[in-house]
């Protein structure tokens, strides 16, 4: 989301005759746009500030977007005096307006409001990827899951209607985009605010309708939200990638409620059923915080076990990390750092085994991939609808690019994170 949020300012800029140089010694104006999601992110963003610092002696204006912009407002100003702009994503359709003022002189301009009705729709989005483009579809977030930040920065949720969803994905098409990523906060809650009221699932099918899209992905999804039609949808039509990343957080009930996910245990393993009800295999991947306050062994051994339960494709696993204005921050029990460090190694351990186990059923298995570059030896890597990895030598012979094609490719081998293969020929309908 945070990439495709800069590729619309950057598109912003160009229109108001900026031009896009290599390094910031070039700059005459440096956006940062930045995370909060966890302390780390954060800290990253004050130490860069720093090293910025030098740089605002040579008359360059300096500006921080995102949601440490957001969570920390006029407060930047105060720690990095050298900022002349700060401004949340909720603020960004002001963006022409701030910059006209930095542009006249004014030092110090911020765009911190979070009621803002309108989502950051520019015509002047630059994308940086020529086959796969990203639409957000859904701004800011209505839940309040105790440890998370965004429904501080990011604001409420609003939807953008599906005629300007799909009128995007039509131009993208015609521009040569073949797959289109939907983006939002919770994709699930997707509720279209024109006369013909659609929902996600419907949303979804209506972007599969349009030619020359190949591939449709969307994330994030919300358990809670996450309804059956969506599996329909993507049982209905072949463009829907067989891809769902539904965030769990952590296998126990108990916790779950401290978390104020919505859910238990047993309704998020529901929804697994759906998806493995499914005509179509599809792959399933996830988030896990280990380590939120409160957090007993035997509840991280539920954690564990809904692993084995799930066999997920692939994880993203985090160490808890109190942030400011969240419902947890001032929770007791606190797990130490070298405990949550534990923790996860011992997840992470049991989530390879797992992934290793099943790539491994893989070999032999014929994939069609979307080619997205050469990894360090020089091999294609191409990305398969279940959004794998596959790494495979080009044809023999045959000098030509196969950067942004459609190509088979059969499993050879496997690893935990990856899959090799052999290049066999175009895809069909290429
Ligand atoms: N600490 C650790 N992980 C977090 N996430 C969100 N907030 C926190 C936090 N305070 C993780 C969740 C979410 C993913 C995007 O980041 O797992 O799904
Ligand atoms: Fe954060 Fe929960 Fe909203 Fe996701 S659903 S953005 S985790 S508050």
């Known amino acids: 989301m945070n990439v495709h949020d800069s590729e619309k300012v950057v598109g912003t800029l160009l229109a108001r005759g900026y031009a896009q140089v290599e390094t910031p010694d070039q700059a005459a104006l440096i956006l940062y746009n930045t995370c909060s999601i966890r302390d780390k992110a954060e800290q990253k963003v004050f130490s860069r500030l720093q090293q910025f610092r030098r740089e605002a002696g040579k008359g360059r204006l300096f500006g921080v977007l995102g949601c440490v912009a957001q969570q920390e407002g006029e407060r930047i100003f105060e720690r990095a005096p050298h900022v002349n702009l700060v401004a949340g994503s909720a603020s960004y359709s002001q963006l022409p307006q701030l910059l006209s003022r930095l542009e006249s002189g004014d030092h110090r301009v911020t765009g911190l409001g979070l009621d803002r009705e309108e989502t950051f729709e520019t015509p002047f989005t630059r994308r940086d990827n020529p086959y796969r483009a990203y639409i957000t579809i859904i701004e800011g977030c209505d839940k309040a ?221 014929l994939k069609e991939v979307l080619v997205e570059g050469r990894n360090a030896s020089g091999q294609w890597v191409g990305r398969t609808l279940e959004n794998r990895v596959l790494n495979f030598p080009g044809p023999d012979g045959n000098g030509h690019s196969l950067l942004g094609q459609y190509v088979r490719v059969r499993v050879t081998r496997a690893g935990p994170n990856s899959l090799a293969g052999e290049y066999a020929g175009l895809a069909l309908g290429t």
């Open 145 to 365: 899951c105790a440890y998370c930040v965004v429904p501080a920065t990011r604001g409420p949720e609003r939807s953008r209607s599906s005629h300007n969803i799909l009128e995007e994905a039509r131009q993208l098409a015609e521009a040569g985009s073949t797959e289109i990523q939907l983006l939002g906060q919770n994709v699930n809650s997707y509720r279209d605010p024109s006369a013909r009221q659609w929902d996600f699932a419907a949303l979804l099918m209506g972007v599969g309708e349009i030619p020359g899209i190949r591939r449709v992905r969307f994330t994030t999804s919300h358990p809670r939200d996450f309804s059956k039609d969506i599996v329909d949808a993507i049982d209905a039509n072949p463009v829907l990638a067989n891809h769902v990343h539904l965030p769990v957080q952590s296998g126990s009930s108990r916790v779950l409620a401290a978390m104020q996910r919505l859910y238990t245990r047993e309704e998020y393993l529901r929804r697994i059923e759906w998806l493995k009800g499914a005509r179509r295999k599809i792959s399933i991947t996830t988030d896990i915080i280990v380590g939120f306050p409160g957090e007993t062994e035997a509840d991280f051994a539920e954690t564990l076990s809904l692993l084995d339960e799930v066999e997920y494709d692939s994880l993203f696993s985090f160490k808890y990390s109190p942030r400011p204005n969240t419902p947890a921050v001032n929770l007791e029990d606190r797990i130490p750092e070298e405990e949550k460090t534990r923790r996860l190694m011992i997840l992470n351990e049991r989530q390879r085994a797992i992934q290793i186990r099943r790539n491994t059923e893989l070999i032999e298995s």
